[in-house]
């Protein structure tokens, strides 16, 4: 599994990162100190930076990591504090593929991490699904878990099997768009409890406006 460096130095004291990569099934590992970093055994996919309220101090930091030849070209993502002083146009010059700052936004930092582990964005979501069967009129409903441009997981309780053929509908409550997507059921599996069933479908067939749509969702573009 790929891993991430986080490095302290101005920590996130309320976990925001932490829960959001927790959320993604992310593994990480966290280091008070760029040199400590340098030193662990292993390489990361991602090294995500927390900046002081002091530029000098984040480009000594950057140029710890920029000048060990193993680091070099790991994507660096660099987080300013919350009203820092430090400008990201002041930032940009320095060896960092991200900029963002406290507040951290979920969908842009989960969607900067997907594009640097090369991963399909993916946005988690509890939100009312409608599900039918192929050659169904019948309507179930479910809860969505997460969303991809591959595909989804949601929650239900009723049966479906690996490889049946599902249309899957939702509304974007922010714009109140509504997605109609063929399906199909790629696995399945029980809650804990028994009580309903997990399902990881894959996105079937989609237009190029349904493609378009379906990303500017997961993005939180609209």
Do not use: W
């Not at 969505?144 to 989804?152: L, Q």
Request: glycine fraction near 4%; charged fraction near 20%; proline fraction near 5%.
């Amino acid at each position: 599994m790929k891993n991430i460096f986080i490095i302290e130095r101005s920590p996130d004291v309320f976990h925001t990162v932490e829960n959001y990569l927790k959320e993604g099934s992310l593994s990480y590992t966290s280091f008070p100190t760029p040199d400590e970093a340098v030193l662990c055994d292993g390489l990361p996919a991602l090294i995500i930076l927390f900046g002081v309220n002091n530029f000098q101090d984040i480009r000594e930091d950057v140029s710890i990591l920029k000048n060990n030849p193993a680091f070099a070209r790991i994507p660096k993502m660099l987080i300013l504090p919350y009203e820092s002083s430090v400008t990201e146009a002041q930032c940009k010059p320095l060896d960092v593929q991200a900029i963002v700052s406290i507040p951290v936004q979920r969908l842009q930092f989960q969607t900067l991490v997907s594009k640097f582990l090369n991963r399909s964005p993916r946005r988690v979501f509890r939100i009312l699904v409608t599900i039918q069967q192929d050659t169904s009129k019948v309507r179930y409903s479910g809860i969505s878990i997460d969303f991809s441009e591959s595909g989804m997981a949601f929650e239900c309780v009723t049966e479906f099997q690996v490889g049946e053929k599902l249309l899957v509908s939702f509304v974007n409550p922010r714009n109140r768009s509504r997605f109609s997507l063929r399906a199909e059921v790629a696995r399945r599996t029980s809650t804990p409890t028994g009580s309903s069933i997990f399902y990881g479908v894959m996105f079937r067939q989609l237009s190029s406006k349904e493609v378009h749509d379906l990303s500017s969702f997961i993005t939180g573009a609209s």
